[in-house]
């Protein structure tokens, strides 16, 4: 971390962590803070679902959940951002406080419950922001007191569709109460087979991908890769956060309830990535997302199967520079192997990490 990463830290630390995650959007929003983007390398480029992304890094749904600040973020060095989650209508999520620091773990737990301005606040900077280029994912999920949450999918792909470059099903948010359920094949089936629908009759037609959780068995994962594969959803992203608790250094805040994120989620995530990676084949798009927080995680995820990775969680601890550090560490090591594309490394510890149990 840097000199100005470390001082930047410890000012945000000294606010709780809503106030601090308002302030970082506010920095952004006004140009700060300015971070060294790496030079284009061509040998991280990634070729996927239509789109080509620059670099296989991307900041994870749940930090610009208003779609406030996607070109800042690509401008940290990010080869691609998503935005959300959106629901239908505008909700507050759960009461305060929601979000705590697992400063010794390197973690964070939250139970925001997707709290966001609603669809019609994100379509508007989204369509304000559309000449500008990069890639952009719009993550959808449905209010909590809907009275029909497959049609709160369905209205998020019709309304951002035309926006997005890619977008996202989330029901792996262990925030809001029975949305998990939805992984369960009956409800997924049909959810997915009405997603798919709307994308077909929507005004474009981007990839989708569904986000899934790592609190999954074997017999669950083989489930939603069957439905993956049969409504020929185009990927997936594993993982949301864990409502597991695995062996923390942390104290105060261990006992909370919601989702854990960080580096303690690491492990599982990567050994629930690598078994969707084994059911869906090798041409069925995967994010990886969990734990990561340097060039070696990140790349770890690709070697475990993931096309593409994510973060945010690891940016809390080291600050907006990560991104630029970790693509850079992704040259290097393309420099040090003699690689031609970054894509040679994936599936390269597939077995490593099926071995590892969930």
Partial sequence: MSLIDRIGQQVLFSFDP????????????CGLPVATRPPRDERLKVSLCGLDFPNPLGMAAGYDKNAEVPDALLSLGFGFAEVGTVTPLPQTGNPKPRIFRLTRDDAVINR???????????ERRLAARRQRGGIIGVNIGANKDSADRIDDYEKGIARFAPLASYLTVNISSPNTPGLRTMQAREQLAELLSRVMAAR????????????????????????????????????????????????????????????????PLFERST????????????????????????????????????????????????????????????????????????????????????????
Avoid: C
């Fill in 18 to 29: 809503e106030t601090a995650h308002g302030l970082t959007i506010a920095a952004l929003r």
């Fill in 112 to 122: 925001l419950g997707f709290n966001n301005e609603g669809h019609d606040a994100a």
């Fill in 200 to 263: 077909e009759a929507a005004a474009a037609r981007p990839p989708v991908f569904l986000k899934i959780a790592p609190d999954l068995i074997e017999a669950e994962l083989e489930d939603i890769a069957a439905e993956v594969t049969e409504n020929a959803v185009d990927g997936v992203i594993v993982s949301n956060t864990t409502i597991a608790r695995p062996a923390l250094k942390s104290t105060s805040h261990a006992g909370e309830t919601g989702g854990l994120s960080g580096k």
């Fill in 271 to 358: 050994a629930v990535l690598a078994r969707m990676r084994k059911l869906l084949g090798a041409d069925r798009a995967i994010i990886g997302v969990g734990g990561v927080d340097s060039a070696e995680t990140a790349l770890e995820k690709i070697r475990a199967g993931a096309d593409l990775v994510q973060l945010y969680t690891g940016m809390i601890y080291a600050g907006p520079s990560l991104p630029g550090r970790i693509v850079a560490g992704m040259s290097s090591l393309a420099d040090r192997e003699g690689l031609k594309s970054i894509r040679e490394l994936r599936d390269s510890k597939l077995a490593d990490w099926l071995a590892k149990p969930i």
